[in-house]
């Protein structure tokens, strides 16, 4: 999944690993069955009656196993439907992280270069901040990639039941670095933390606090809440 990456990309998808898959779920129950289609210049993408705002993040070509952002595709560059993903390449350009600020990328040399693509737009999705991504096919050898950037998209919270199964599976996902995954988690919800060297203490809403544990080798060994 991840070789072919540099670490500072990887360090970044980390970031939005937890908080990202659990969006990805949110998203994927909200959507309705049924046949989509999108209208760039109006920046609407249609499916089963919902009507959205999207973005477009990029294209995944399945022949040449490239990715494309869509700020860099030459017949959406400077249009309303790619300002979101602009801020992709800026955000790339300012942390030297050179993924997001190359206009297409080469996926040939990855072992899963489909999952490779899934992987870029994760990230794209979580530095855009944008509540999920829509992934499909869009003709013979394409798949293009949506940013829903509309208010009716539920956001989802911090749900002190799952918390652990969220920390522990979204830290799983790149793999890089659990510490990263659970305080990017915890960033995209606001919630203020503390780090200790084996442990990261997180204020809910509401005050309860969450006692995430590290072992020796840096993976979740425990997530506790405890009562104010």
């Keep these: 999944m991840v070789n072919g990456f540099s670490d500072a990309f990887l360090l970044e998808a980390e970031r939005h690993a937890a908080w990202g898959a659990a969006q990805l ?3 994927t129950a909200f959507l309705p069955e049924g046949p989509w289609t999108a209208d760039l210049p109006s920046c609407l993408y249609r499916q089963g009656g919902l009507e959205l705002r999207v973005a477009v993040l990029g294209t995944y070509d399945t022949d040449e196993q490239s990715w494309m952002w869509g700020w860099a595709n030459p017949g959406l560059r400077g249009t309303e439907v790619v300002a979101l993903t602009g801020a992709i390449e800026r955000y790339g350009r300012a942390h030297g992280i050179a993924e997001f600020t190359a206009e297409t990328l080469d996926l040939s040399g990855f072992d899963d270069p489909r999952r490779a693509a899934e992987t870029l737009a994760f990230a794209g999705m ?22 829903p950037d509309d208010p009716q998209v539920p ?3 911090i749900d002190p039941v799952t918390l652990p199964r969220t920390l522990v599976a979204g830290a799983g996902l790149i793999g890089r670095s659990a510490r990263r995954a659970v305080t990017g988690y915890f960033e995209h919800h ?6 200790d060297a084996d442990r990261i203490t ?6 309860t606090p969450a006692e995430i544990d590290f072992d020796a080798a840096g993976r ?4 506790r809440l405890t009562a104010c």
């Design 190 to 195: 606001g919630a203020p933390v503390r780090e």
């Design 126 to 147: 979580g530095v855009a901040g944008a509540p999920g991504y829509i992934g499909l096919p869009a003709g013979p050898g394409t798949r293009v990639y949506f940013l």
């Design 25 to 27: 779920e949110a998203l």
């Design 202 to 207: 997180a204020d809910l809403p509401g005050g």
């Design 220 to 223: 979740i060994s425990g997530v």
């Design 155 to 157: 956001r989802a919270g």
